[in-house]
């Protein structure tokens, strides 16, 4: 069976600074992989997916996420938060779409 | 319109009243789904439809009754609900093919509180 780990459940990082949300996966293959945001009181928006092309994907609103299957892991980033990144943020993955449990991620300003 | 759409986005209900959620897709799409969304709870599966057959209901309880009478619409039908199931509900849809996954896309939700 597949699942996804979101290594935390609250990052708070200050305005200009990066952002990393961790995300590990568990699968006997390498499935499809995908990032959504939630911002408050709103539906999810699909951010990145990766779907075994290139291992480095990159997303709407400067967001990137990279495949590394030897850590099983695929990690979101971002060079440089804005008070606007301000949302819960999940992992998904493969073709049932086993949804992470959540970042809540902070902006400082 | 474009997307998902989902009415109403925001409803309050008596335990003993019988409501309907409406999900509608304009994007092509061959599956939809229901989700509900508790506080500090991970989201939470309940119903899927692939051209319009439910190929998956999660264990919930009668209570809650899903309907797709075409690909582009979807309704979650409740009574008797119980406060527990205060929640936000999203209806997502989705382009199913064998050969691979594809991504979901969402609607705003209804929040549903039970009184």
């Known amino acids: 069976a597949q699942s996804v780990t979101q290594l935390d459940s609250h990052v708070s990082v200050s305005e200009g600074t990066p952002v990393l949300l961790r995300c590990n996966y568990s699968?006997?293959?390498?499935?499809?992989l995908f990032w959504y945001v939630q911002h408050p009181n709103k539906g999810l928006q699909l951010l990145l997916k990766?779907?075994?092309?290139?291992?480095l994907v990159k997303g709407i609103n400067g967001f990137e996420a990279e495949f590394k299957k030897s850590e099983t892991s695929f990690h979101l980033t971002k060079p440089s938060a804005h008070m606007s990144d301000a949302a819960e943020y999940f992992c998904?993955?493969?073709?049932?779409?086993?949804f992470g449990t959540g970042t809540s991620l902070t902006v400082i300003p | 319109e474009t997307g998902v759409t989902q009415t109403p986005r925001h409803l309050v209900m008596g335990m003993t009243n019988k409501k309907s959620l409406k999900c509608e897709q304009h994007l092509g799409h061959n599956a939809m789904y229901w989700y509900k969304q508790s506080a500090k709870k991970p989201l939470e599966l309940m119903f899927v439809y692939s051209l319009e057959e439910r190929v998956e209901n999660n264990s919930v309880p009668s209570r809650f009754s899903p309907e797709c009478p075409n690909s582009s619409h979807l309704f979650l039908h409740l009574h008797t609900l119980q406060p527990e199931d205060s929640a936000l509900y999203l209806c997502a849809s989705s382009q199913q093919v064998y050969s691979g996954t594809y991504e979901q896309y969402f609607g705003p939700g209804t929040r549903l509180t039970v009184t």
């Open positions: 998904v993955a493969g073709n049932q779409f086993y």
């Open positions: 990766y779907t075994s092309a290139a291992t």
């Open positions: 699968s006997s293959y390498s499935p499809s």
